[in-house]
């Protein structure tokens, strides 16, 4: 598998302000996630893509899977301060068991 | 409730030791994954199972060992020969038929 290309890499932003966050890929993917993970815990699912050029929202998260399918981006509005955590982006893998192919993350701190 | 476990949440080995994660889901999802993640990393695929009795290495195999004898059960080993086994250990499942993958809370390993 590949890494994806993540950034920023870490973002430090006061309580109301909006986010984002993007990854790129050198190859095409079927399907973009979006996780969260907080210290010492696995991975939660926050937003599937399925179809390039796709908007989803899931509350004050939007996703969108790019129209070349290489790239998604993230964006959090309104940021409050429980949106502290790592935000990672995984590709898709169809031909290896479906396997993901995660970015480096990006780490989120909000000041109140 | 519906879920994937990890245990023990925190484990510790001396070198040379061989050591077994445990992974159980009863999602009754047919895939089952096992990944590594290191400080400041995005999770790397060790080993995937699509099915009972069957299962493939991932990008990072060599030593480690899984089995699949139970669709709810897929344990890692971490042998002797992993020359860097300290790690978060992460366990995920999906059901078949989808792309997205569910995450366990993780085993931290500490090899003194």
């Known amino acids: 598998g590949q890494q994806l290309n993540q950034s920023p890499q870490s973002m430090f932003i006061q309580e109301g302000e909006d986010v984002s966050m993007n990854c790129t890929s050198s190859?095409?993917?079927?399907?973009w996630l979006w996780y969260k993970q907080e210290p010492g815990e696995g991975p939660v699912l926050l937003i599937a893509?399925?179809?390039?050029?796709e908007l989803t929202s899931n509350g004050r998260l939007t996703a969108q899977f790019g129209i070349t399918r290489k790239d998604s981006f993230l964006n959090i509005s309104a940021s409050i301060p429980s949106d502290v955590g790592i935000y990672f982006c995984?590709?898709?893998?169809?031909?290896?068991?479906?396997?993901?192919?995660f970015g480096k993350g990006t780490s989120l701190l909000v000041t109140p | 409730d519906g879920g994937i476990t990890q245990s023990p949440k925190y484990l510790f080995r001396k070198e040379g030791q061989n050591v077994t994660l445990s992974c159980e889901q009863n999602l009754n999802h047919d895939a089952m994954y096992w990944y590594r993640q290191d400080p400041g990393q995005g999770l790397r695929l060790i080993y995937y199972?699509?099915?009972?009795?069957?299962?493939q290495k991932g990008d990072i195999a060599e030593g480690y060992s899984v089995s699949r004898e139970k669709k709810e059960s897929f344990p890692l080993t971490v042998t002797s020969a992993q020359k860097n086994p300290t790690a978060f250990y992460l366990c995920?499942?999906?059901?078949?038929?989808?792309?997205?993958?569910?995450f366990g809370p993780g085993t931290r390993l500490t090899v003194l």
């Open positions: 199972s699509q099915i009972v009795n069957d299962f």
């Open positions: 893509l399925y179809k390039a050029g």
């Open positions: 995984a590709g898709v893998d169809g031909g290896s068991g479906y396997a993901l192919n």
């Open positions: 190859s095409i993917f079927n399907t």
């Open positions: 995920a499942s999906r059901e078949r038929g989808t792309d997205t993958q569910y």
